[in-house]
């Protein structure tokens, strides 16, 4: 479903919005294991570079966090730092995700990776000003720039209402104009660590960024 929701998004097929897909909601490692094969990290860089040099903005989503296994010897942000990707740091937006947060743009420099940007995403409904209170200190206590926070969508299916809201929330010129954003190739690589709803690395290649930033 997600990739179906892609492919709307971007004007693509579903079959260009996925690198990996895998039977089991596990990690990448675990997933591949059960099914008695491994990802072949350096061929699905490859394949990022070969998008990368066909667009303006490519946004690559990764799988859980940025520490989660590949293999038994690359992880998330190996991957994206492999790519020279900037991460979009997406979190909860109610409690707990100053710690989240916080954590993950530790690990992030920690790694080498440049920091675009967080979005707090309220899947939950808070309170707007317990969103906004969040944002603000995330912002201060993390020292990076908190793009918005995306209200609670009742129907996330339908490309066009998540498109207006990102819109509406999320300060898209910021992010396209910051100067940290990397450039590989032709495209700008933007990296969004998420927790995604069914397990599998996602490539979505296109220049609608406001779909893109909802997958």
Do not use: K, W
């Not at 990707?85 to 995700?97: C, E, F, M, S, Y």
């Not at 969103?131 to 200190?137: H, K, L």
């Amino acid at each position: 479903e997600d990739a179906e929701l892609l492919a709307a998004a971007s004007g693509r097929t579903a079959d260009s919005a996925v690198l990996e897909t895998f039977e089991l909601p596990r990690s990448p490692l675990a997933a591949a294991s059960a099914m008695g094969t491994a990802i072949d990290v350096a061929a699905v860089i490859e394949r990022v570079r070969d998008r990368a040099t066909r667009v303006d903005v490519l946004v690559l989503e990764g799988v859980g966090g940025l520490l989660v296994p590949l293999t038994a010897a690359r992880n998330v942000a190996d991957a994206f730092r492999s790519v020279g990707a900037d991460a979009i740091i997406v979190g909860r937006a109610g409690l707990g995700t100053i710690n989240h947060c916080a954590l993950t743009v530790e690990v992030a420099r920690d790694r080498g990776l440049r920091i675009a940007g967080v979005i707090l995403s309220d899947a939950e409904g808070v309170d707007a000003s317990f969103a906004a209170e969040n944002a603000a200190q995330i912002a201060s206590q993390c020292d990076v720039t908190v793009l918005g926070v995306l209200p609670r969508i009742e129907d996330t299916r339908d490309v066009r209402v998540l498109a207006r809201a990102c819109e509406a929330a999320v300060d898209l010129d910021a992010l396209l104009d910051n100067p940290a954003v990397a450039v590989a190739e032709r495209a700008r690589v933007i990296a969004a660590n998420v927790n995604p709803r069914i397990l599998y690395l996602r490539l979505l290649d296109s220049s609608d960024l406001p779909a893109e930033l909802l997958a």
